[in-house]
């Protein structure tokens, strides 16, 4: 890192800062990301436990065979040749626990259908409905298969709640409840979740699911190894205090240890309400600010675990536990400290293709479940207050209930299975300064859509957003986000047709 000046500094290291700093990097331009943590990749970071290799944001993708949605980003990014994806069962790539009931979702949209029309035979033609509408949806949309182009982006046509949805196409009862059940990838209610987010979410692991064997080519690594391969720099450790703004023209950036770095444009790709801590907030109009500011998805709390490989049910599927069939419930729960049940458990294993320790016959498991907003500021609190006593006693009274869950349905767990850490959403909000912890960053409702949307470009000149808030969540939200920008950057036309012919 020197004084020279960058055609862009992209602020933050994690997916969309680097999806964004590899695409202007490969137009030539002179990038330099800088990154607050002393670790480069934000949410696609792994860490190590007692010998074992843990995802943190990033347990399974979807969409990834060829010609697929994902598939055409990862492969214009250089990730399909580096990564090493392993497939999910195409039989059974999820399997949802209800209280006396278990289903296993296949790959594949007819698979699917057929199989749901075996279990809700009364609710065929509301399923038909349902899987026709999807399809529809799909093709209608734009940025999230960029081989779609509709003639009209009709994506604030499908913003209706879904829970309204589906009362309308006569989906209901159990039905309803393993639709929805993949709610805890989008983070929001039936009740507020829009359509459209469903649709995406179940669309592109229907298509195909993956997870990635990090063991030998960690996400986070390969990222930043395709940005500097591509001529960028990353600086870790770099914290922006202050962007710098002058006639409202972003001109760089200043750091905590007041380096100042100049450059052409700056791009922000961490929890968007952030920028009102390091730029002027006057600079923006109060609604801006009120937008930024506003709800926010839940966060995560985790158990890693060391399962033991004879017994672990994850080899090729993840899989929900919930404690009832109302799905919705797992928003409504504030008190997990106390007396309140979780509602869902999430179990998701990385895969340990090829590992050269034999010896080792344990896989590495993570179960998360949702803690909302006040719940997290009393982790906050307790950790802010007591570093170690109170705030260790929190998270451990929340890790033991997760592993009771847990058992209601595996009931040899502890037979089986080593702790081997936990984390909570203080535990992102310090690493990845995310807002309240929150998995997915603003919670784009569909009773306030709009009001959750961000475009690219701000009221400051060349200064720009990126990143899971400002896209739709996940990996291929956080990307779609960044394409989306430099779409704006280099011509809609140009970066789409090169996204698409690089097959
Ligand atoms: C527990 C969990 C599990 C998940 N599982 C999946 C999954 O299986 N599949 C999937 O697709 N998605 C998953 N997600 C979601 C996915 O991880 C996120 O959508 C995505 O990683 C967000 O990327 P991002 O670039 O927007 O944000 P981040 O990864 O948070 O990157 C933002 C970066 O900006 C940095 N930053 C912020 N402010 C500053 C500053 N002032 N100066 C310097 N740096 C700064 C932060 O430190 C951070 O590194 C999961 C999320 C969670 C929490």
Redesign the pocket.
């Known amino acids: 890192m020197n004084n020279h000046l960058y055609d862009t500094i992209v602020?933050?290291?994690?997916?969309?800062?680097?999806a964004a700093g590899i695409i202007l990097a490969m137009e030539g331009e002179r990038i330099l990301i800088?990154?607050?943590?002393s670790v480069?990749?934000?949410?696609?970071q792994t860490y190590s436990r007692k010998g074992k290799l843990f995802?943190?944001?990033?347990?399974?993708?979807?969409s990834l065979d060829q010609g697929q949605p994902l598939w055409y980003y990862l492969k214009y990014l250089g990730l399909m040749d580096r990564l090493d994806f392993v497939k999910l069962d195409d039989n059974c790539f999820e399997k949802v626990y209800f209280p006396g009931k278990t289903y296993d979702i296949p790959m594949g949209h007819d698979t699917y259908q057929h199989r749901l029309i075996e279990s809700f035979p009364d609710q065929e033609k509301s399923i038909s409905t349902y899987f026709s509408d999807l399809k529809h949806v799909i093709s209608n949309i734009g940025m999230y298969d960029p081989s779609i182009t509709p003639q009209k982006d009709l994506s604030l046509q499908y913003t209706l709640p879904l829970e309204k949805y589906l009362d309308a196409i006569g989906i209901s009862g159990r039905l309803k409840s393993l639709l929805t059940a993949n709610s805890p990838?989008y983070g929001i209610s039936s009740l507020e979740c829009p359509l459209l987010t469903h649709f995406i979410i179940s669309d592109s692991y229907l298509n195909s699911s993956f997870r990635i064997n990090e063991t030998n080519t960690p996400f986070s690594d390969t990222l930043a190894n395709i940005f500097k391969s591509n001529g960028g720099e990353v600086s870790v450790n770099?914290?922006?205090?202050t962007i710098m703004i002058k006639d409202r023209t972003a001109t760089g950036v200043i750091l905590n240890n007041n380096e100042v770095l100049l450059s052409k444009k700056v791009i922000?790709?961490?929890?968007p309400c952030?920028i009102l801590d390091?730029c002027p907030p006057e600079l923006f109009r109060p609604v801006f600010r009120k937008r930024l500011n506003q709800d926010n998805t839940p966060?995560?709390f985790?158990v890693a675990l060391k399962w033991k490989k004879a017994t672990c049910p994850l080899e090729k599927n993840d899989v929900y536990i919930y404690d009832s069939w109302d799905v919705n419930d797992q928003f409504n729960r504030e008190n997990i400290l106390k007396e309140d049940s979780l509602g869902m458990v999430y179990l998701?294993a990385l895969p340990e293709v090829n590992r050269s320790d034999t010896s080792d016959q344990t896989v590495a498991v993570t179960a998360?479940t949702g803690i909302g907003s006040k719940e997290t500021a009393l982790l906050n609190k307790y950790y802010k207050e007591s570093k170690t006593a109170t705030y260790q006693t929190a998270k451990n009274k929340i890790a033991e209930k997760i592993l009771h869950h847990i058992e209601q349905v595996f009931p040899d767990l502890r037979e089986n299975i080593e702790v081997a850490d936990t984390y909570s959403p203080v535990t992102?909000q310090r690493?990845?300064?995310?807002k309240n912890g929150s998995?997915?960053?603003i919670k784009k409702t569909a009773q306030h859509f709009l009001e959750g949307s961000f475009l690219p470009a701000t009221k400051v000149k060349n200064l720009f957003l990126?990143?899971?808030?400002i896209g739709f969540?996940?990996?291929?939200?956080?990307i779609v986000?960044s394409v989306n920008l430099c779409q704006m950057l280099l011509g809609k036309e140009y970066l789409t047709d090169k996204i698409v012919q690089k097959k």
């Open positions: 602020i933050g290291s994690g997916i969309s800062g680097m800088v990154e607050q943590h480069a990749g934000g949410m696609t995802p943190t944001g990033v347990h399974r993708l979807g990838l770099s914290c922006v205090k922000f790709s961490g929890h952030l390091i966060g995560s985790g998701s998360l992102f690493y990845t300064l995310t998995a997915y960053g990126t990143g899971q808030s969540n996940g990996i291929h939200g956080s986000s």
